[in-house]
């Protein structure tokens, strides 16, 4: 099937073809007027409860819920609807200065329970300056977020719609109370028939010219600090009371370079069953150790070490402790808070009191991504393993008799904790002079030890593009390639590319200094050009397993046939017409064409790794081995993120007036919790991408590695591709393979059964009798090879399986 010149041979893109088809035809086929009329009084039958209420002063929660069975996410006609009846409602009924909104499903999932989230960013109901924007802008938004989703969730069942309203006035506002009645649909069909308003919104600028300070290159620096500073390693213990956890542990080591951490070193511990003559219940008794275990840190720590000694880790922060200590100190209004939130993931607090620093709190799993018991194997074994408590089967009533047991588990966290950053402390200052406590993601770390040791920016200047530039090449950046081919096969062979990207890396020329735009391409030899091309691209029909990617209106990636327009690397384009791709390059930015500036990088690591490995040395083995592959990702990271703010009521309104505003709550009487949007849209002025960020060589790397994996994807025999690895029924020449050598191949596994369903979906027999599972989703640790084999059967087939998360954040 071919839908606007392109031929999808994704099975997941013909669906979608199908129900944008039918959303074309549906809508041709009769006026929005007549559709919307009959989804409307669909909808009045179909509704359970309408009602509303105050979350805060100048936030309102507005929901209506609905009658099984209930509406599908596809059914965008009257779902829009719904949305529209809310702020008919709650929202125009309001007299403010300052109006926005977000909207949002309560809605059944196959792989989980009730899910309610957000559709997309805030959509303004008023511009800055206070105006209404037209109605059938409004409509219009809401219907494509519908319509969105509806991509996304198909037949996902709807429970109940919901929208938050965020306002600004003077005054105390009481929403009135509006009976249903009162909404005539024939107002709303007159404003959704009505002609498109094209206006724009005003742009309100500050008057204040600030300087950019974001770099133009990345330059080599020098290392600064003389030796390494002191850290603390910290643990909470919790236990579920009511679905929510309640500490009734806490710990701490102090670490400083040099201690030798098999003597028993001084791990303080705090536990609430202490507490029980003073406190009769779990909850005072919690908040106590928590005090004391704060109190302590600021008091008899802080004060007594050197005011270099100011950063604590605990494994797994970001997704867990963090958010209890979070809460703790936004409750008490002595101290001021500070955190570093990107995408929902917390990177860092900072507790200050008054102007100055306490402590900060940061995540070891940022610098060192594993378990803490896998990564005590491989760092310190000599501290012994980590241990295991029954957590699903502790109750406050059974804590006391097992305190000896949980305060052991406690300490044995903590000392592994304190070992496995020791180790990466001394490793990293002894071979690169970089104390790890200057940074806070690994990515980070190893682009530290590029610019100090290896990077020379007068030979290969690496340009940071502009937000114009980042935006055109960023469209040219897909990843890897995952595919299915046969859904089974016995007596397979699976094979894994030794180090991928850190082989391109080492092998490839790279795109060098500063990019040059050309807007006309059509008459220039393709293989002239070295850059990023936008493209007009025909794939033939009789190439099997196409080659170039493309990302459809949904952001899904696919290989298609067909015609199509894209934006690519130019060795990629040069590498498709040599396999029968027709290619006419329209404009584009180019680079100058050097050997890598990563050649001595990834040699010297690579080296050393396998130095390591010859030795039995498995922690640094470990460590150059997430070096090595975490560089090439930090200069692709993605400049638009979403931002998490903690802030007092004065800037919550300043955010929320912003464009990029996408939601809040009320976290205490004193601070706010916002979501926006950074780089979103504005002028290079307002451009604030991460620092050291060069898109072009992310998109290269990637780009090259699908050359390198093509001729082996393309086989006949393959059966499944992700990223660096195949499946092949078949084994590869002896020319090909290396368990050590960069960029060839290893066999990992002898397939005496393969099952491949989708995309990171399979199920492999291998030797020994060992089964292989891998699936993505809530209930992947219930998945079976039984199941597999059924799926494979009837692809039609669902089973409904209870799960359920006690470490899920909300």
Same mark, same amino acid.
């Given at each position: 099937m071919v839908l606007n010149g392109i031929c999808l041979r994704s099975s997941n893109a013909t669906d979608k073809e199908r129900r944008v088809l039918y959303y074309s035809q549906q809508r041709c086929s009769t006026s929005s007027a007549e559709t919307y009329n009959g989804s409307w009084y669909n909808l009045q039958s179909n509704i359970s409860s309408v009602g509303s209420k105050t979350v805060y002063p100048g936030s309102i929660y507005a929901s209506t819920s609905f009658k099984e069975p209930y509406y599908r996410a596809i059914d965008f006609e009257v779902l829009t609807l719904a949305f529209i009846q809310l702020i008919e409602m709650y929202a125009y009924n309001l007299e403010c200065d300052y109006l926005k909104i977000t909207i949002g499903y309560t809605m059944i999932l196959p792989s989980s329970s009730d899910l309610s989230f957000t559709l997309g960013k805030a959509i303004p109901l008023c511009d800055p300056l206070g105006s209404s924007i037209p109605k059938k802008r409004i409509y219009d938004m809401i219907e494509q977020l519908v319509m969105l989703y509806g991509e996304q969730y198909q037949e996902a069942m709807v429970k109940a719609v919901f929208i938050r309203i965020y306002y600004e006035s003077k005054e105390k506002l009481i929403p009135k109370s509006i009976e249903l009645p009162n909404i005539n649909i024939e107002d709303i069909l007159n404003v959704i028939d009505s002609e498109i308003d094209s206006g724009k919104l005003p742009d309100v600028k500050s008057l204040i010219s600030v300087k950019s300070r974001t770099p133009i290159k990345v330059t080599t620096i020098k290392g600064v600090r003389p030796e390494c500073y002191p850290f603390i390693v910290a643990d909470l213990e919790t236990i579920l009371v009511n679905n929510v956890h309640v500490p009734y542990a806490a710990g701490y080591l102090v670490v400083k370079s040099g201690d030798d951490l098999t003597s028993k070193p001084s791990i303080h511990t705090f536990f609430s069953e202490d507490h029980i003559p003073f406190y009769h219940t779990f909850e005072e008794r919690s908040e106590r150790i928590l005090h004391d275990f704060f109190y302590n840190l600021e008091v008899s720590v802080l004060n007594i070490y050197s005011t270099r000694l100011r950063t604590i880790y605990f494994h797994n922060f970001s997704r867990f402790d963090g958010i209890i200590i979070l809460r703790y100190f936004a409750d008490r209004h002595k101290y001021k808070i500070r955190t570093l939130f990107r995408n929902h993931k917390l990177y860092e607090l900072k507790i200050y009191l008054g102007d100055k620093l306490l402590f900060r709190f940061r995540d070891s799993c940022t610098l060192l991504p594993s378990s803490l018991a896998t990564l005590g194997k491989t760092l310190c074994p000599e501290l012994g393993s980590k241990g295991s408590i029954p957590h699903e089967d502790l109750k406050v009533s059974n804590l006391q008799v097992s305190r000896e047991e949980l305060i052991n588990y406690l300490r044995q966290d903590i000392l592994l904790l304190g070992g496995v950053m020791l180790k990466a402390q001394e490793v990293n200052w002894s071979k690169y002079h970089i104390d790890i406590e200057e940074v806070m993601t690994l990515s980070s770390l190893s682009l530290k030890i590029f610019r100090m040791h290896y990077l020379d920016d007068k030979t290969f200047p690496i340009h940071i593009p502009t937000q114009n530039q980042d935006t055109f090449i960023r469209r040219a950046y897909y990843g890897g390639h995952v595919d299915v081919? +046969?859904?089974?096969?016995?007596?397979?062979?699976?094979?894994?590319?030794?180090?991928? &990207?850190?082989?391109?890396?080492?092998?490839?020329?790279?795109?060098?200094?500063?990019?040059?735009? $050309?807007?006309?391409?059509?008459?220039?030899?393709?293989?002239?050009?070295?850059?990023?091309?936008?493209?007009?691209?025909?794939?033939?029909?009789?190439?099997?397993? !196409?080659?170039?990617?493309? +990302?459809?209106?949904? =952001?899904?990636?696919?290989?298609?046939?067909?015609?199509?327009?894209?934006?690519?690397?130019?060795?990629?384009? +040069?590498?498709?017409?040599?396999?029968?791709?027709?290619?006419?390059?329209?404009?584009?930015?180019?680079?100058?064409?050097?050997?890598? !500036?990563?050649?001595?990088?990834?040699? *010297?690591?690579?080296?050393?790794?396998?130095?390591?490995?010859?030795? =039995?040395?498995?922690?640094? /083995?470990?460590?150059?081995?997430?070096?090595?592959?975490?560089?090439? =990702?930090?200069?692709?990271?993605? !400049?638009?993120?979403?931002? /998490?703010? %903690?802030?007092?009521?004065?800037? &919550?309104?300043?955010?929320?007036?912003?464009? /990029?505003? #996408?939601?809040?709550?009320?976290?205490?009487? *004193?601070?706010? %919790?916002?979501?926006?949007?950074?780089?979103?849209?504005?002028?290079?002025?307002?451009?604030?991408?991460? $620092?050291?960020?060069?898109? #072009?060589?992310?998109?290269?790397?990637?780009?090259?590695?699908?050359? *390198?994996?093509?001729?082996? %994807?393309?086989?006949?025999?393959?059966?499944? /591709?992700?990223?660096?690895?195949?499946?092949?029924?078949?084994?590869?020449?002896?020319?090909?393979?290396?368990?050590?050598?960069? =960029?060839?191949?290893?066999?990992?596994?002898?397939? *005496?059964?393969?099952?491949?369903?989708?995309? +990171?979906?399979?199920?492999?027999?291998?030797?020994?009798? $060992?089964? %292989?599972?891998?699936?993505?989703?809530?209930?992947?640790?219930?998945?079976?090879?039984?199941?597999?084999?059924r799926q494979l059967a009837d692809l039609s087939q669902t089973e409904k399986i209870p799960t359920g998360a006690n470490f899920r954040i909300d």
């Amino acid at each position: 099937m071919v839908l606007n010149g392109i031929c999808l041979r994704s099975s997941n893109a013909t669906d979608k073809e199908r129900r944008v088809l039918y959303y074309s035809q549906q809508r041709c086929s009769t006026s929005s007027a007549e559709t919307y009329n009959g989804s409307w009084y669909n909808l009045q039958s179909n509704i359970s409860s309408v009602g509303s209420k105050t979350v805060y002063p100048g936030s309102i929660y507005a929901s209506t819920s609905f009658k099984e069975p209930y509406y599908r996410a596809i059914d965008f006609e009257v779902l829009t609807l719904a949305f529209i009846q809310l702020i008919e409602m709650y929202a125009y009924n309001l007299e403010c200065d300052y109006l926005k909104i977000t909207i949002g499903y309560t809605m059944i999932l196959p792989s989980s329970s009730d899910l309610s989230f957000t559709l997309g960013k805030a959509i303004p109901l008023c511009d800055p300056l206070g105006s209404s924007i037209p109605k059938k802008r409004i409509y219009d938004m809401i219907e494509q977020l519908v319509m969105l989703y509806g991509e996304q969730y198909q037949e996902a069942m709807v429970k109940a719609v919901f929208i938050r309203i965020y306002y600004e006035s003077k005054e105390k506002l009481i929403p009135k109370s509006i009976e249903l009645p009162n909404i005539n649909i024939e107002d709303i069909l007159n404003v959704i028939d009505s002609e498109i308003d094209s206006g724009k919104l005003p742009d309100v600028k500050s008057l204040i010219s600030v300087k950019s300070r974001t770099p133009i290159k990345v330059t080599t620096i020098k290392g600064v600090r003389p030796e390494c500073y002191p850290f603390i390693v910290a643990d909470l213990e919790t236990i579920l009371v009511n679905n929510v956890h309640v500490p009734y542990a806490a710990g701490y080591l102090v670490v400083k370079s040099g201690d030798d951490l098999t003597s028993k070193p001084s791990i303080h511990t705090f536990f609430s069953e202490d507490h029980i003559p003073f406190y009769h219940t779990f909850e005072e008794r919690s908040e106590r150790i928590l005090h004391d275990f704060f109190y302590n840190l600021e008091v008899s720590v802080l004060n007594i070490y050197s005011t270099r000694l100011r950063t604590i880790y605990f494994h797994n922060f970001s997704r867990f402790d963090g958010i209890i200590i979070l809460r703790y100190f936004a409750d008490r209004h002595k101290y001021k808070i500070r955190t570093l939130f990107r995408n929902h993931k917390l990177y860092e607090l900072k507790i200050y009191l008054g102007d100055k620093l306490l402590f900060r709190f940061r995540d070891s799993c940022t610098l060192l991504p594993s378990s803490l018991a896998t990564l005590g194997k491989t760092l310190c074994p000599e501290l012994g393993s980590k241990g295991s408590i029954p957590h699903e089967d502790l109750k406050v009533s059974n804590l006391q008799v097992s305190r000896e047991e949980l305060i052991n588990y406690l300490r044995q966290d903590i000392l592994l904790l304190g070992g496995v950053m020791l180790k990466a402390q001394e490793v990293n200052w002894s071979k690169y002079h970089i104390d790890i406590e200057e940074v806070m993601t690994l990515s980070s770390l190893s682009l530290k030890i590029f610019r100090m040791h290896y990077l020379d920016d007068k030979t290969f200047p690496i340009h940071i593009p502009t937000q114009n530039q980042d935006t055109f090449i960023r469209r040219a950046y897909y990843g890897g390639h995952v595919d299915v081919y +046969k859904p089974y096969g016995e007596n397979l062979y699976y094979y894994d590319v030794n180090s991928l &990207y850190p082989y391109i890396m080492k092998s490839y020329p790279m795109p060098c200094g500063v990019p040059v735009w $050309r807007n006309n391409l059509e008459s220039v030899e393709l293989d002239s050009l070295f850059g990023f091309i936008e493209a007009y691209v025909v794939c033939p029909t009789n190439i099997s397993r !196409p080659f170039l990617p493309y +990302k459809d209106q949904y =952001g899904t990636l696919i290989f298609p046939t067909g015609k199509f327009i894209g934006v690519f690397y130019s060795e990629e384009l +040069k590498f498709a017409r040599d396999l029968g791709y027709e290619i006419i390059p329209l404009r584009g930015y180019l680079f100058e064409k050097k050997s890598s !500036p990563f050649e001595s990088f990834i040699s *010297h690591l690579y080296e050393s790794r396998l130095d390591a490995k010859k030795r =039995g040395d498995e922690a640094m /083995t470990f460590i150059y081995k997430i070096l090595m592959n975490s560089l090439y =990702g930090r200069f692709g990271m993605n !400049p638009e993120s979403t931002v /998490t703010e %903690i802030c007092d009521q004065k800037r &919550y309104e300043e955010l929320m007036k912003k464009d /990029t505003f #996408q939601s809040a709550e009320k976290l205490t009487d *004193h601070y706010y %919790i916002v979501n926006y949007i950074t780089n979103f849209s504005g002028s290079d002025d307002d451009w604030k991408p991460p $620092r050291m960020s060069a898109v #072009q060589l992310s998109a290269a790397i990637t780009a090259c590695a699908r050359i *390198h994996m093509y001729p082996h %994807i393309s086989r006949p025999d393959c059966y499944y /591709t992700d990223t660096d690895s195949i499946v092949l029924g078949s084994p590869l020449p002896e020319d090909q393979i290396s368990s050590s050598e960069l =960029g060839k191949f290893k066999l990992e596994h002898q397939v *005496h059964r393969g099952i491949f369903l989708a995309p +990171k979906s399979y199920m492999l027999e291998i030797e020994d009798e $060992r089964d %292989i599972i891998k699936h993505r989703g809530p209930a992947k640790d219930l998945v079976t090879s039984e199941w597999f084999v059924r799926q494979l059967a009837d692809l039609s087939q669902t089973e409904k399986i209870p799960t359920g998360a006690n470490f899920r954040i909300d």
